[in-house]
């Protein structure tokens, strides 16, 4: 009860929201690298919030499933296809045992995800299922999924109430420029004025130098008063390094516990999936923000989460029109009935 891997694509994963309470010994939180899309994968499946999902990177797998399942495909769009039909993304769908379900490459954004009703099979490895490539722990064997790979379901679970309403909006990713959200921190006094300003005021642009660890970014300098070296110190998820090179470098799931550059600020976790989806030579501004900004912007994903739950717990309209229309043959019917007894 599961599927198989008959490609594994490029990168392809079992990720989850990563592991907490580990950095003081050295391992990494890690987990799925945009976490918007990881988590509207398992809201349309009632999954908990936490729940491990397949994440694809760049060129997507191919598998065959071996029993009934649903499942609902976020993030970039990568042509799914399944049976050789269009597979809808931002949706809950049906496979059945023997259907197949292909990934193209990334024709917009840089990874999607992929979530199972039925729940992936992988260990619980310092409380998380997420793969850690660098220690190969957690995840399928500690790596990505590979040709011949057969992964298991933990649970049988083929229903979902208000199915046909279990559809959403998708995100897009194709802006040639975005801009992420930044507060500056904590060590922006080792850098001029003017290279604050240059940080905040010129296009980045997204190198091929990207992975789950971070993704460096090629731009103008960012010139610092002294140097940018420092005693080692804790990374947060989305923290902006600059070495001395002056190029800045944004950290992401696979960051090291600590560094030793001078971080200039640190993504709006609200804002850290738009890195994640970009591609090499797309482009990148900053703008500064308050952390009470940021706390507000938090506030209100979790608002549009809460409308997004709502509606996909309302009866959509086919189903209101086949309620109404119960209804009316249901009088037709006690009329006819009337009818019938008064003659």
Not at 176 to 186: D, K, N
Request: contains cysteine; charged residues 25%.
């Amino acid at each position: 009860m599961g599927f198989r891997v008959l490609k594994g694509g490029m990168m392809t994963t079992v990720q989850d929201l990563g592991r907490y309470g580990y950095q003081s010994q050295g391992i990494n939180v890690g987990g799925v690298m945009d976490r918007r899309s990881f988590r509207i994968a398992n809201l349309l499946l009632d999954n908990p919030e936490n729940e491990a999902v397949l994440e694809i990177t760049l060129i997507g797998p191919t598998i065959q499933f071996t029993s009934d399942t649903i499942i609902a495909i976020t993030g970039g769009d990568f042509h799914p296809m399944l049976n050789g039909e269009p597979a809808p993304m931002y949706t809950a769908i049906y496979v059945n045992k023997d259907d197949i379900l292909k990934f193209g490459s990334a024709a917009t954004g840089a990874r999607a995800y992929v979530a199972f009703s039925s729940y992936l099979k992988a260990p619980t490895v310092m409380g998380s299922r997420s793969t850690n490539l660098k220690s190969h722990i957690g995840g399928f064997k500690g790596r990505n999924l590979l040709e011949g790979d057969y992964v298991d379901f933990r649970i049988r679970r083929r229903y979902l109430p208000f199915f046909l309403s279990r559809t959403l909006e998708p995100d897009e990713y194709d802006q040639h420029c975005v801009q992420l959200r930044v507060i500056l921190g904590p060590q922006e006094d080792m850098f001029t004025k003017e290279g604050i300003r240059t940080f905040l005021h010129e296009e980045y642009t997204v190198t091929s130098d990207f992975d789950r660890m971070g993704c460096r970014l090629e731009g103008p300098y960012i010139a610092s008063v002294k140097g940018s070296d420092i005693i080692s110190d804790g990374i947060a998820f989305g923290a902006i390094q600059v070495p001395s090179h002056g190029k800045p470098i944004i950290l992401l799931s696979d960051r090291q516990t600590t560094g030793g550059y001078a971080k200039i600020g640190t993504v709006a976790s609200v804002d850290i999936p738009k890195i994640a989806q970009r591609k090499t030579d797309q482009k990148v501004r900053f703008r500064a923000i308050t952390v009470e900004e940021a706390q507000r912007l938090l506030k209100e994903q979790e608002k549009e989460f809460d409308g997004m739950r709502m509606k996909i717990h309302t009866p959509c309209k086919e189903v209101l029109d086949c309620r109404q229309t119960a209804k009316r043959l249901g009088r037709l019917y006690v009329n006819a009935q009337d009818e019938i007894r008064h003659f």
